[in-house]
């Protein structure tokens, strides 16, 4: 199982999906391009206490976390 987290200023939501599963996977992606066209950064993770920024979906990453966008004042 794979799993999307998305953080906000309320927290995280997860969201799992099997990758093995077409609709899932296709799902996955949906989410994944609009949260990046809404300005979300997506982060995989590399290692322990790593990570490394991506730019497409990758359907084989166990972990994906999105981070808003910040704001500056």
Known sequence: M???????RTGDSRHL??????????????????LTNA???????TGPGQASQIRSFDPNAEETVFFPRLVGG
Do not use: S, W
């Open 17 to 34: 999906f099997n990758p093995d599963d077409e609709r899932e996977l296709a799902k996955a992606e949906q989410r994944f391009c609009e």
């Open 39 to 45: 300005g979300f950064t997506a982060a995989v993770r």
């Open 2 to 8: 794979a799993v999307q987290i998305v953080m906000d």
